[in-house]
């Protein structure tokens, strides 16, 4: 199986920040990865797919870039909204692993 | 609008069986792989289970294999988890999630609210 290793698995930031969550596949998965947020209590719900394309509805200030190995989400200008968990996942084969996840505080 | 509401949950002895229900609608639930993933209480997401579109193909987490069955009845637009056997650690949210395919790529979108399941004596 594939392992995804998420960095860091939390992070304190202020509104208006730019913060950079990093996510290390454990072999070669191409462009195979997506990012996923997460609010207390809820699913799930996509963000960025494809390492670099941005979910319809999802505002620009996020970004996703990597391929092979090692891959960021990028968000920019942070809002009181952006303070959740997010997830990285590789589709690249089954079964389709997750990260273990990065918790965004506010500082 | 496309929606994915999951059923079933509760609290179960270990060693007992529960089955989960997936109900889809506003898409053509016989085209699209399913899965299931859960989440443990305050820790991450965990992949569980996957169906192709036609239940040809199936395949599981090791930490499942020979407990859980994923099965769909797609006349009736559903996706099943039986769950035999279930431990203590079985104790989690599970989600249905559709898996939208480009290419050789994919990704899961929507996921289900969730249902809880809870296994203890």
């Known amino acids: 199986d594939i392992q995804m290793t998420q960095s860091p698995s939390s992070l304190s930031a202020s509104v208006g920040d730019r913060v950079t969550i990093t996510c290390r596949a454990s072999?070669?998965?191409?462009?195979?990865l997506n990012w996923y947020e997460q609010e207390p209590g809820k699913a799930p719900k996509l963000l960025i797919y494809v390492a670099s394309s941005l979910q319809s509805g999802v505002p620009s200030r996020f970004s996703g870039s990597g391929s092979g190995t090692d891959f960021t989400l990028t968000i920019n200008s942070l809002q009181p909204e952006d303070f959740v968990t997010y997830y990285c996942?590789?589709?690249?084969?089954?079964?389709?692993?997750f990260g273990q996840g990065t918790k965004l505080e506010i500082k | 609008q496309v929606q994915l509401v999951e059923s079933g949950g509760g609290v179960v002895q270990p060693g007992r069986s529960l089955r989960l229900s997936c109900a889809a609608s506003?898409?053509?639930?016989?085209?699209?792989?399913m899965h299931w993933v859960r989440q443990a209480p305050g820790k991450g997401l965990e992949w569980v289970a996957v169906i192709w579109h036609d239940g040809g193909n199936k395949y599981y987490a090791d930490s499942v294999k020979g407990r859980f069955t994923i099965s769909r009845d797609n006349s009736k637009n559903t996706l099943y988890l039986q769950m035999n056997s279930l431990r203590v650690e079985d104790t989690a949210v599970f989600y249905c999630a559709r898996e939208i395919p480009s290419g050789s790529f994919s990704w899961f979108d929507p996921w289900g609210q969730g249902t809880l399941v809870t296994v203890s004596s």
């Open positions: 506003g898409f053509s639930f016989s085209n699209y792989v």
């Open positions: 072999q070669s998965i191409s462009s195979h």
């Open positions: 996942q590789q589709s690249y084969s089954t079964p389709h692993t």
